[in-house]
């Protein structure tokens, strides 16, 4: 996951994967967990190969399958969020812990660089809608692609 912009708010923190599992009841076993912290300490977006690669350097006995296993079993539980991301690299889905408050993603379609914003209008945003339509917002995304600072220099 890419770092935030210095100009946007701080965001939301992230779950703690492992210790929500545990909170749930589901088995935690060793190629799970590995998974697990793998996500959890990841520093950009990553799709499910890019994953794999990082979960394998932990443990050489965790296969592809496995990783979309666990991302489907944390995705179907609210955990982590699955993102296209403007389809940057093609038809890759991009993967990361869910926070407690929605954010925007600003990706660039010059360097492929994902920044984070969290910004009150869209909080704003999500109220107004549950007020107006009567409808309970669990979770919002937006996405704007563009040119990023450095690329535009």
């Given amino acids: 996951m890419s770092e935030p912009s ?12 492992a ?6 009841g589901v088995r935690l076993t060793r190629q799970r967990a590995a998974v697990l912290a793998a996500i959890q300490q990841a520093t950009r977006h990553l799709d499910a190969e890019s994953l794999w690669r990082l979960v394998r350097a932990r443990d050489a006995t965790v296969n592809l399958a496995t990783v979309y296993r ?3 079993m944390l995705k179907k ?3 982590v969020d699955e993102l296209d991301l403007m389809h940057l ?3 890759k889905h991009f993967y990361e812990v869910s926070r407690s408050q929605s954010h925007l993603h600003l ?8 920044e984070e914003y969290q910004t009150e209008q869209f909080l704003k945003l999500q109220a107004e809608v549950e ?7 669990k979770t919002g995304r937006l996405e704007f692609g563009g040119v ?6």
């Fill in 70 to 72: 666990t991302l489907g």
């Fill in 89 to 91: 690299e093609g038809e």
């Fill in 77 to 79: 539980m609210g955990l």
């Fill in 131 to 137: 007020s107006v339509c009567g409808f309970t917002v």
């Fill in 19 to 24: 210790q929500e599992m545990k909170r749930r």
């Fill in 107 to 114: 990706a660039c379609f010059e360097c492929g660089k994902i």
């Fill in 148 to 153: 990023c600072r450095t690329c535009r220099k």
């Fill in 6 to 17: 210095p100009l946007a708010p701080a965001l939301a923190q992230r779950l703690d994967l």
